[in-house]
């Protein structure tokens, strides 16, 4: 199962919006409306912010938004903060019972 | 509040078997609404979920197919535990481990990692 295909690397200005994507086949994203988002802080263990494509557990902020098109999924950051600057992760499940990430992003606030 | 407690050591050789426990309190490894992984981390590999048990009428396992071969994740119901075997490990093995539950709603598959340990460093090394 190869891994989800995430940017290395996205930056933005404090109060803007970026967008971080996360491309995969019609064997994992494309086939199941299961994919999942992670914040992880150096050091610690990821954090769960997204599930299902676009829902936000409880606790989560409302800055923070999903979607998905096809073979891709997409994580939304609105008003961006210095405390957004970590590293992010999709995840999706995918055929064969197996769940797959993606490569991570590292998000810059400029 | 539900924990995961990991423990284990953080050396191993190579050609022998990596050997974690995740302790588990405010939940149940049994229960019907919820999925008990393992996946690991390292520079060089990312985030790699390794696989997977739950308990609905009797015990599932699912695992990666890259470990498939040398994998064995077991639930311990009497401690409310599960662990994890890898053997035959080598250098490429090396990574943080973590176990992590998965929120499986009645009625629907299990969703997301909503719950992770707090991550045990494996060196694989003579």
């Known amino acids: 199962q190869s891994a989800l295909t995430q940017p290395a690397s996205v930056s933005g200005s404090p109060g803007q919006s970026i967008n971080i994507s996360c491309t995969g086949t019609?064997?994992?994203?494309?086939?199941?409306?299961?994919v999942s988002w992670y914040q992880q802080n150096p050091g610690k263990a990821p954090k769960l912010m997204i599930y299902?494509?676009?829902k936000r557990p409880s606790g989560v902020s409302n800055r923070f938004s999903g979607s998905k098109s096809g073979n891709t999924a997409s994580l939304t950051i609105s008003g961006l903060q210095a405390e957004d600057e970590v590293d992010y992760y999709c995840?999706?499940?995918?055929?064969?019972?197996?769940?797959?990430f993606g490569g991570g992003t590292k998000l810059s606030v400029l | 509040q539900v924990q995961l407690q990991q423990s284990g050591p953080g050396l191993v050789k190579p050609s022998q078997t990596l050997s974690l426990t995740c302790a588990i309190s405010?939940?149940?490894?049994?229960?019907?609404?919820?999925?008990w992984n393992w996946i690991r981390q390292s520079p060089s590999r990312g985030l790699e979920w390794l696989g997977r048990?739950?308990?609905?009428?009797?015990?599932?396992?699912d695992y990666a197919v890259s470990v498939k071969s040398r994998i064995i994740i077991n639930p311990d119901t009497s401690k409310n535990q599960l662990s994890l075997h890898l053997n035959s490990v080598t250098p490429e093995d090396t990574a943080v481990y973590y176990c992590?539950?998965?929120?499986?709603?009645?009625?629907?598959?299990?969703?997301?990692?909503?719950?992770w340990g707090q991550g045990t460093m494996v060196t694989v090394s003579s």
């Open positions: 019609s064997s994992d994203v494309g086939s199941y409306n299961l």
């Open positions: 299902e494509g676009s």
């Open positions: 995840c999706s499940y995918a055929s064969g019972r197996t769940w797959v």
């Open positions: 992590a539950r998965a929120g499986c709603p009645q009625g629907s598959g299990c969703s997301a990692f909503d719950l």
């Open positions: 405010g939940d149940s490894v049994s229960s019907d609404s919820a999925a």
């Open positions: 048990t739950y308990y609905r009428s009797k015990w599932h396992f």
